[in-house]
């Protein structure tokens, strides 16, 4: 599987946005006895996401947003699209607080990067406890730093073949210290014990929805709030 | 074909999860599906192994289909995604690499779970023609361009009125099936006549 293009975090500055499995349906109509059967033939359906209104507002913003779009070369290049649900993530409880998010990392030494940086630390760890087959829709997971799971969290799953897929949850029920989960869509891939659940920073492979999502008009030259549409993309099997 | 009770259920729902499969029988083996991402679909009566069908964009539609009665064979078109690779490999490939090739469309049930119920179905066949790819360009500057390979494919019926370009001669039957003796003597008849059958 080829390294992708990863849409980068700077540029996660939309207004507005949401995920959403696209469905595919079929119905015949209403039926003699006044029903409306609908039948799905999608599968479980791909993901879609729209960022809207994503401010740009420095010249920095405005290259990025073209070089973007030069590596997404119309739709035909995968792009890794995170997604920001710090909201609504299972943070774990210290103290009777919720920990959102780790500082800054030194080195062993206490020291800091020559810029100030330290190292980045996900907040919520949690792994797949039994193997589960292609388009699985039952998952068992391990927290090994988690809150509470309650149905609607988003994670994701780094494959060795489809690469970054995101999966949300339904219903989440535990028992011995080990979640049973119910997920939406099925898994792109089959995946081992001990397979890490990313949920502090999900992610999903896509491509521009159409040739010209990412068109930019610039305000006076310089600022600009375009859109962007993205769809799920599959690499060959 | 056989449904298990489990799919009867799932059929008599208000709202069913149908799979559609579609099986073109060139070398390799062309495994298309409506769904999204691939499928293992497992055993069923053309993948004596359990066998990927890939999904998403590949295959665009399964146009309706009927069988014969009463009149006139049909030929259908299948609409495959025009800028997979795959697809157009095929396309661009020879044409006796697709003609005359089984083409099989089956349906698989799944439950709500989308786990399939059981096997897939194999409900038609038909032989593979011709590939066509159709270009419908931008109508304005800002446009897009829509490519489509279709895939015509005709029942065991379709041409059937038509003269076929062979007969039951030895050479013929050779061209078709080397080594069969089936058409060897048939020479022998063309100045006799034999009475069958005698009573």
Redesign the interface.
Same mark, same amino acid.
């Given at each position: 599987m080829p390294d992708a293009v990863v849409f980068p975090s700077s540029l996660l500055r939309e207004r507005s946005g949401g995920w959403s499995l696209k469905a595919?349906t079929v119905s015949p109509g209403q039926s003699a006895t006044g029903? *409306?059967?609908?039948?799905?033939?999608?599968?479980?359906?791909?993901w879609v996401t729209e960022l809207g209104g994503v401010n740009l507002k420095t010249k920095t913003h405005v290259k990025l947003w073209r070089a973007l779009e030069n590596l997404a070369d119309g739709g035909v290049e995968p792009v890794v699209v995170p997604m920001c649900d710090k909201r609504h993530f299972p943070a774990p409880i210290v103290d009777g607080e919720p920990v959102y998010s780790e500082d800054p990392i030194p080195h062993d030494d206490d020291t800091f990067f020559d810029d100030g940086s330290g190292y980045a630390q996900s907040v919520v760890e949690a792994s797949v406890t039994t193997s589960a087959a292609?388009?699985?829709?039952?998952l068992s997971l391990t927290p090994t730093s988690m809150g509470d799971l309650e149905g609607g969290e988003y994670f994701s799953i780094n494959h060795p073949v489809?690469g970054w897929r995101l999966y949300r949850i339904g219903t989440a029920v535990l028992s011995g210290g080990v979640y049973a989960v119910?997920i939406r869509?099925?898994l792109?891939e089959a995946v081992m014990a001990g397979t890490r659940l990313e949920f502090d920073r999900p992610r999903c492979t896509m491509r521009l929805a159409?040739?010209?999502s990412m068109n930019l008009s610039l305000d006076s030259r310089r600022f600009a709030n375009p859109s962007v549409s993205f769809v799920?993309y *599959?690499y060959?099997? | 074909m056989e449904l298990t009770s489990a799919e009867l259920s799932a059929l008599d729902a208000d709202a069913q999860r149908i799979g559609a499969f579609f099986r073109l029988a060139t070398d390799p083996i062309v495994r298309l599906w409506l769904g999204v991402g691939p499928i293992n679909p497992g055993v069923n009566a053309l993948d004596l192994t359990g066998q990927t069908y890939r999904g998403l964009g590949e295959l665009l539609n399964l146009p309706e289909f009927q069988h014969l009665l009463n009149g006139q064979a049909e030929r259908v078109e299948f609409s495959l995604s025009g800028v997979s690779d795959e697809v157009l490999a095929l396309a661009s490939a020879e044409s006796n690499n697709v003609q005359g090739k089984a083409c099989d469309v089956g349906i698989g049930i799944f439950d709500s779970d989308w786990q399939l119920l059981g096997a897939v179905k194999w409900m038609w066949r038909g032989y593979a023609d011709y590939l066509s790819i159709t270009r419908s360009p931008a109508q304005t500057p800002d446009g897009q361009t829509v490519q489509t390979v279709a895939l015509s494919v005709g029942s065991l019926m379709t041409g059937r009125r038509r003269r076929a370009f062979s007969y039951f001669t030895d050479q013929d039957q050779q061209a078709r099936s080397p080594g069969d003796l089936f058409f060897e003597r048939t020479p022998i008849y063309s100045d006799n006549s034999k009475t069958w059958p005698r009573f």
């Open positions: 595919t029903a *409306f059967s609908v039948a799905r033939i999608d599968g479980g359906g791909a292609l388009r699985a829709t039952s489809q119910t869509p099925p792109r159409s040739g010209d799920e *599959f060959p099997a | -």
